[in-house]
């Protein structure tokens, strides 16, 4: 079946299963950074963007995204080197593997959220999960990242 | 030694790499033509192959193999990333036909696609004898269901093997009297603890891909803790020599210990070798979880005396875990239960350790952060907790009367002197932090919920005493910039950065100066590996002797050119000059010199090992908030006191702790194990698996109190096992101190809790 969609800022054509998950498809397009750690939609590690807001990328049919424009870390670089700059300064970046799907959300959440709380900010990453940081680290990094953007908590 | 980067905290060397999202892992390195490998996988905990029939299979368009017992070489062999010769037993095969647990391997197939791969898996027909399974662990020794009962089941190492009988390995040791110290107590206590086959669930499953390069070597990148130990295994495996044979680690998406086994790397090696391919596997979570190398359950059995005043006298120890179907890392985990956690008690007049480790027909075994030390610990301080609440102590005060101090001698410890141990700061700083002395036990909330604090002391060792070996090569380039080679692996914690830290500031020179490359087995000086908390203390010795070496080649050099005696000229880093002339040349020109027309290249190579392996000790205590009517607990708050000795990086050691902390508090509330009773996990994934959120971690406040550990590389010692090992017994504490009622089974889950409450008020 064909599929068009805006792929970080790139219009782009292919032909795709009706199973295939958006997950796979941008795999296949060489957006790496898009990792999979479960297949039960608990890690937060495939999150991309589906015009604008964040989606596990593992649980969407790639059909789904006919029509709209998908944006993953490829298409963010700035965005992710500012913020990831502040992660790098704590350590807590650690093993990396789940960065990407972290900050996709993280990045959505600096644009959707004015002056979110610590609860809110909690809430709102509740579904990224990280086994080497124990959080505390990516939680000082968006602290100083939203105070530096004046969006503080 | 000036100081401008140790003890600093230093962003790591690839840390922005990570945070952009670069292509920076094995699954995402993979040649485009390489083969999808898939496993069937046994759905029985115990049966034999009758027969395979793959005809259908190897129909399937895209299918290039599929490979059944018949295919695979028959040498037996281990997966423990360990020294040779391992303790492990070789009890494996890559294809069994005798099936041990579910997941136990069936057939490898490789196809051109995924979708090809899993379609023939479909098509695979299996008769399977189904054999009754042995899981209860606690009646597997003698029992008449054999696990291994193999002719060629072989144990490399004496470590009490006794395949026959179930038992992978037997130990003891006794230091003292033990009958006449509990004869002097006034208070003996007799309890029981269990513990769970933990998975380590880092975030990248299990992942590997191979290949013949342009020499016709079989080369593996995989994401490994273990390299060097993955060749030989591979070795073993595959039956072909280990030149021939070459891993690539790429960077590793998080291990905790599951990567010190070869769990993912046989099965596309294998295909690789057959079909001259390349080839790609990698473990989906569920996988990772039901087949990958969790922590070994164990049963932990303490018998604990004090006198009236609280001084601990005697421990009389037994611990028994369960390797599962295989013995990786089973005869190894058990001596850290006994070793790291008597050993915290200097008061101890009388102590014994006695373990089994038993085959059963349940998901083997391997090494996860703490390995053993974690069980022993929750089991000896949860005993320390429950006799202090006997005799009416509080937790701390036991523990500040009988806890180990720098100076003594650990006869459990290998007989180790304790050179370096702030304890006592650590446990006073926590008191002060936690508020402990207001807070201790508990306060009722006005919402009915209970607030309570909970303590426990905790140690590691840093890397294996005489057995773990580093070795690194530091050039110093043309335009005089170094390349550090080591064979350690990072896996996310920095130890790439954490040694060119050390580096830098031995060879006193900028940390950008120095690019760090690890690891190829073809091109890194050899390393036993990034496990046993080693690569900080073990490795990092090695960059101390390597950096001396160069220095003094690049002084040689120096003076050489300058025409003067090496002894009257100086190094300081950026150039080599005689003090008090104008007589000097720079790093940077003294690599072009060794380069142009080739007079010698300055290059350097060390190897470390330690006779001792000094132990990092910590305090915890967790503050928690308790609902009485549901069994909830929350961590609000915990504390954690740290000597690790020098502190190399205070980021990467702070989040190592916040991180360790977290996994621990995973461990004693929430991540349950749990098999039906025809052997399957059922805990199989992060939905049944409940590993922390953000919103369970709570508040982590982390300090350090470094002493100085003499054998260490600038005073530094180990961090990344020791702070998984007190949020189990604190919490545990903790409970107890809200509810007066002792758990000693972990998960402690909010269910037990509000049922034991329930239990209580009708008693």
New interface residues.
């Given amino acids: 079946m064909k599929l068009t969609l805006t792929l970080n800022g790139v219009r782009c054509t292919d032909e795709v299963q009706a199973d295939t998950t958006l997950f796979t498809y941008l795999r296949e397009k060489g957006c790496l950074s898009v990792k999979c750690g479960c297949e039960t939609s608990n890690c937060g590690l495939c999150t991309v963007w589906l015009d604008e807001k964040p989606v596990l990328s593992c649980s969407v049919p790639a059909l789904r995204a006919d029509g709209k424009k998908v944006t993953t870390l490829e298409g963010l670089q700035d965005e992710a080197a500012e913020f990831g700059a502040y992660l790098a300064d704590e350590g807590a970046e650690q093993c990396g593997y789940c960065s990407p799907g972290f900050i996709m959300n993280v990045l959505a959440m600096s644009r959707e959220l004015t002056h979110p709380t610590e609860q809110e900010i909690q809430e709102y990453l509740a579904g990224n999960l990280c086994r080497c940081s124990g959080y505390q680290g990516q939680l000082r990094a968006i602290r100083k990242f939203l105070a530096a953007k004046g969006g503080c908590v | 030694m000036k100081r401008n980067y140790v003890s600093t ?1 230093v ?2 060397k ?12 094995t ?2 390195l993979v040649p485009a033509n390489a083969l999808r490998v898939k496993l069937l996988r046994s759905p029985h905990a115990r049966a034999y192959i009758r027969s395979i029939d793959t005809s259908k299979a190897k129909l399937v368009p895209g299918v290039v193999c599929v490979l059944t017992w018949e295919d695979a070489p028959n040498s037996r062999f281990t997966t423990a990333g360990q020294t040779w010769p391992e303790p492990s037993p070789y009890d494996r095969l890559i294809l069994d036909r005798q099936l041990r647990c579910c997941g136990d391997p069936v057939a490898i197939v490789a196809a051109e696609t995924e979708q090809a791969a899993t379609q023939a898996l479909r098509m695979i027909q299996v008769d399977y004898e189904v054999q009754t399974p042995l899981l209860d662990f606690t009646k597997a020794k003698d029992n008449p269901i054999v696990v291994h009962p193999e002719e060629n089941f072989r144990a490399l190492c004496d470590v009490g093997t006794d395949a026959k009988r179930n038992l992978v390995s037997s130990d003891s040791f006794t230091v003292g009297n033990l009958d006449e110290e509990f004869s002097k107590c006034d208070v003996v206590l007799e309890r029981t603890y269990n513990t769970l086959a933990n998975s ?6 299990f992942c590997t891909y191979s290949y013949y390069d342009e020499y016709g070597r079989l080369t593996v990148v995989s994401s490994t803790q273990v390299p060097f130990h993955a060749r030989r295994i591979l070795s073993n495996a595959l039956e072909i020599p280990k030149g021939n044979i070459r891993i690539i680690k790429p ?4 291990g ?1 210990g599951a990567k010190q086994s070869v769990v993912s790397e046989i099965f596309p090696a294998l295909v690789t070798k057959l079909t001259g391919r390349a080839a790609y596997l990698c473990y ?3 996988e990772s979880m039901t087949n990958g190398s969790p922590r070994h359950q164990m049963q932990m059995q303490v018998k604990i005396g004090a006198t009236r005043d609280g001084t601990i006298r005697a421990i009389d120890l037994y611990a028994l875990s369960n390797a599962g179907a295989y013995g990786d890392h089973g005869p190894t985990t058990i001596g850290l239960v006994g070793h790291k956690s008597l050993s915290l008690y200097g008061s101890l007049k009388a102590s014994r350790f006695t373990c089994e480790v038993v085959y059963t027909n349940t998901m083997g075994g391997g090494a996860y952060r703490g390995y053993g030390a974690t069980q022993g610990i929750f089991a000896v301080e949860s005993a320390v907790n429950e006799i202090a609440a006997e005799l009416g102590m509080d937790p701390t005060v036991i523990r500040e009367k009988n806890m180990v101090k720098e100076g003594q001698v650990m006869p459990a410890y290998y007989g180790e002197t304790c050179n370096s141990c702030t304890l006592d700061a650590c446990m006073a700083a926590a008191k002060e932090h936690m508020n402990w002395d207001e807070k201790y036990p508990r306060r009722v909330l006005p919402n009915g919920h209970i607030r309570s604090v909970g303590v426990a002391i905790a140690m590691q060792g840093s890397g294996i005493s005489a057995v773990d070996t580093a070795s690194v090569e530091i050039r110093l380039n043309d335009g005089g910039f170094y390349t550090l080679l080591v064979g350690c692996t990072d ?4 130890c790439d950065t954490i040694l060119a830290q050390m580096a830098a500031d031995c060879l006193d020179c900028d940390i950008d100066d120095i690019s760090v490359r690890g690891v190829d087995t073809d091109q890194s000086p050899y390393d036993t590996g990034s496990y046993a908390s080693s690569t900080t203390y073990v490795t990092g010795g090695a960059v101390m002797k390597t950096c001396a070496e160069l220095r003094e080649k690049i002084l040689a050099e120096g003076a050489r050119i300058l025409g003067v005696d090496p002894a009257q000229a100086e190094f300081d880093g950026q150039k080599v000059f005689v003090p008090g002339t104008d007589k000097s040349i720079t790093r940077a020109e003294i690599g072009w010199a060794s380069y142009e027309g080739h007079s010698k290249l300055l290059t350097a190579c060390q190897s470390h090992s330690s006779p001792v392996s000094p132990p990092p000790f910590m305090v915890g205590m967790a503050e928690i908030d308790l609902d009485p009517e549901t069994g909830h607990v929350e961590v609000v708050d915990y504390v954690a006191e740290v000597d690790c000795g020098t502190v190399i ?1 205070t ?2 050691a ?2 190592q ?7 621990g508090i995973g461990m004693a509330l929430f991540e349950n194990v749990q098999y039906n009773e025809a052997g399957k996990l059922l805990n199989d ?3 049944q698996y409940k ?1 922390p ?3 369970e ?1 709570g ?2 406040r982390v300090n350090f109190h470094p002493s100085y550990e003499p054998t260490g590389p600038f005073g530094a010692k180990s961090i990344g096992e020791l702070v998984i090992n007190t949020p189990s017994p604190a919490i545990a504490d903790a409970i107890r101190n809200a509810t007066g009622l002792s758990f000693r089974n972990l998960p402690i889950r909010a269910e037990d809790i509000a049922l034991a409450i329930e239990r209580q008020k009708h008693d």
């Fill in positions: 905290g962003r790591k690839d840390a922005m790499s990570l945070v952009t999202g670069k292509p920076v892992y699954g995402d380590q669930a880092m975030m990248e499953p960077r590793i998406g998080g905790f989906t979570r569920q896996m996310g914690t920095g990086n980021n990467l702070r989040v702790t916040e991180g360790g902390i977290v996994q994934s992060f939905l590993i959120t953000r919103l971690a508040t982590i």
